[in-house]
């Protein structure tokens, strides 16, 4: 339902953008997320945007630096600019909230794409 794509392995201060390439199921009308997780950390939530008005929402830890976006399409977007070597994490893409769309607990869910950030 949700594919991933654009992880990799950069330098602090460089830019990544990932892509989330969704089913019309998972991506119709649907809220979309970013999360991440990092090892024995608990999945963190990122970034969601919503078609009902066109919001977009971020986690505090973001700070102006990252930007989720869509091609209207089937496509999802997350520019991360000035990374961090803690944004190190597998990021992952979700659809459908079942609550707050800051909370873990979407319908559907892509197996997630890495990014390392070395220092």
């Known amino acids: 339902e949700l594919v991933e794509s654009g992880g990799g392995l950069v330098q602090a201060g460089d830019s990544l953008t990932l892509s989330c390439t969704a089913s019309?199921?998972?991506?119709?009308?649907?809220?979309m997320g970013w999360f991440r997780q990092a090892p024995g950390k608990e999945r963190e939530f990122v970034a969601a945007?919503?078609?009902?008005?066109?919001?977009t929402y971020y986690g505090d830890f973001v700070k102006g630096r990252f930007t989720i976006s869509t091609d209207n399409a089937n496509t999802l977007y997350l520019q991360m600019n000035s990374l961090k070597p803690e944004d190190t994490a597998v990021y992952y893409c979700?659809?459908?909230?079942?609550?707050?769309?800051?909370?873990?607990?979407?319908?559907?869910w892509g197996h997630g794409t890495q990014v390392t950030v070395s220092s």
């Open positions: 979700a659809a459908a909230p079942k609550a707050l769309v800051t909370s873990p607990s979407y319908r559907y």
């Open positions: 019309q199921r998972a991506f119709g009308g649907n809220t």
């Open positions: 945007f919503t078609w009902r008005n066109s919001g």
